[in-house]
């Protein structure tokens, strides 16, 4: 039996029905369903989930708008569900938030398998906050058990996936990564490696973090290598 709440938002019943069933049978207990917007944000509200899957295309309201709204909230992870296949849809659902992106038909198994790999990455992550705690990089401190960024002494949302990549980038000072290589380790998919996903949240983590986003010195790039995240003071 799997504890981990799950809201699923989506305005077809056929396709909340088909989830419900196949996370029941993986073992989830706990999955609650919402077929608008609103209905989602006033159970969002009042109840604490640990996942939510959302249809980008609801009756009330758009699917990435509702997601900048829910950010406001939680940040748990965010896996969209949608027709639209196009680059520029998966970008903005990405860059607004979104921890994933699945596009219609879609096998039920697959994202499944794309839950389990987040709670699985989840447990991995919560795991490895028994090691250092809190990370001072100049006005950047990173409170791993607290799960909490804060630059020039202001606290600073961030959703979970970004907050893990960072973790794991200061993890690992100094280390080159490929893009595929963060997302297998971040996001867990071994075969499916997205390097949009890696560069839509590494950009959102420079705005955060840097204090030039168009210079950054603490997550930099090498050309047609990859992505290390460089300590103040240390040579890139």
Excluded at 24 to 34: D, F, L, M, V
């Amino acid at each position: 039996m799997r504890l981990q709440k799950i809201l699923i938002v989506d305005d077809e019943p056929g396709i909340v029905k088909m989830l419900e069933t196949i996370l029941r049978k993986e073992g989830y207990t706990s999955i609650g369903s919402a077929f608008t917007g609103q209905e989602a944000m006033e159970k969002i509200i009042r109840n604490s989930y640990d996942l939510i899957v959302l249809d980008v295309m609801l009756p009330d309201t758009d699917g990435f708008q509702l997601c900048q709204e829910i950010r406001k909230h939680t940040s748990v992870p965010i896996l969209f569900l949608t027709a639209r296949s196009g680059d520029l849809d998966k970008l903005t659902g990405l860059g607004i938030g979104g921890d994933d992106y699945i596009t219609k038909p879609f096998n039920p198994l697959e994202v499944a398998a794309r839950i389990n790999v987040q709670f699985r990455r989840q447990e991995q992550y919560q795991n490895a906050l028994q090691t250092t705690e809190v990370y001072h990089f100049g006005s950047v401190v990173i409170d791993k058990k607290a799960g909490q960024l804060w630059v020039d002494g202001k606290e600073v949302p961030c959703p979970a996936k970004e907050f893990e990549l960072l973790l794991f980038l200061a993890d690992h000072p100094n280390q080159v990564f490929t893009a595929g290589q963060l997302y297998e380790h971040v996001w867990g998919y071994d075969s499916i490696g997205d390097e949009k996903t890696v560069a839509i949240h590494i950009m959102r983590l420079r705005k955060k973090i840097e204090k030039d986003v168009k210079n950054p010195s603490l997550i930099v790039n090498l050309r047609g290598i990859g992505y290390k995240f460089v300590p103040p003071g240390e040579s890139i």
